[in-house]
T-cell receptor
């Protein structure tokens, strides 16, 4: 019940294309869903996050879509750039904020 | 500069030796976390601490130990009981009951 499943494991996109990464969760008590971006040799950094009271959140080229009934959420990167090449992790937690459960990660490569 | 520091960036140890990884933060956060990152497995929680002198086991605590004697410090000891210690270790901190976790740059431990 604590798992978060993420797909695909790796993704290659051409510059200017749309990158889509999907996550599914089991625990209905989760109510905070962040995405983290990690560059090689660095720690992850918060990219964007959503709570279940909205179905979509957009920040610049990054959008989270959330489907509460399906227990799924996804990250869309519009106009993907080579600088977006990184590993992306979805995560989930309960309001108490005591711990995050992470997906397995997606390695995104954006070709110039 | 405010942030989380981890040292050293790279650490090599012989099999059977205990090793301690440092994590220091000057963000005045009460909560701190240790994660282990392996390729294709995301971030797995080792230990976390919500307040000084208190900590809880995460999902993969076996073979690890921690202490939390000061608010700004949360060292992790990888003991000889950890069967496969070679990994990238990440420390994070947050304000309790707030969801965003801030990560340090990580320590790559290699056991020879």
């Amino acid at each position: 019940q604590q798992q978060v499943k993420q797909s695909p494991q790796s993704l290659i996109v051409q510059k200017g294309g749309i990158s889509i990464i999907n996550c599914a969760y089991e625990n209905t008590a989760f109510d905070y869903f962040p995405w983290y971006q990690q560059f090689p040799g660095k720690g992850p950094a918060l990219l964007i996050a959503i709570r279940p009271d909205v179905s979509e959140k957009k920040e610049g080229r990054f959008t989270i879509s959330f489907n509460k009934s399906a227990k799924q959420f996804s990250l869309h990167i519009m106009d993907s750039q080579p600088g977006d090449s990184a590993t992306y992790f979805c995560a989930a937690s309960m309001t108490s904020g005591s711990r995050l459960t992470f997906g397995e990660g997606t390695q995104l490569t954006v070709n110039p | 500069d405010g942030g989380i520091t981890q040292s050293p960036k790279y650490l090599f140890r012989k099999e059977g030796q205990n090793v301690t990884l440092s994590c220091e933060q000057n963000l005045n956060h009460d909560a701190m976390y240790w994660y282990r990152q392996d390729p294709g497995q995301g971030l797995r929680l080792i230990y976390y601490s919500q307040i000084v002198n208190d900590f809880q086991k995460g999902d993969i605590a076996e073979g690890y130990s921690v202490s939390r004697e000061k608010k700004e410090s949360f060292p992790l000891t990888v003991t000889s009981a950890q069967k496969n210690p070679t990994a990238f270790y990440l420390c994070a901190s947050s304000i309790p009951n707030m969801d965003t976790q801030y990560f340090g740059p990580g320590t790559r431990l290699t056991v020879l």
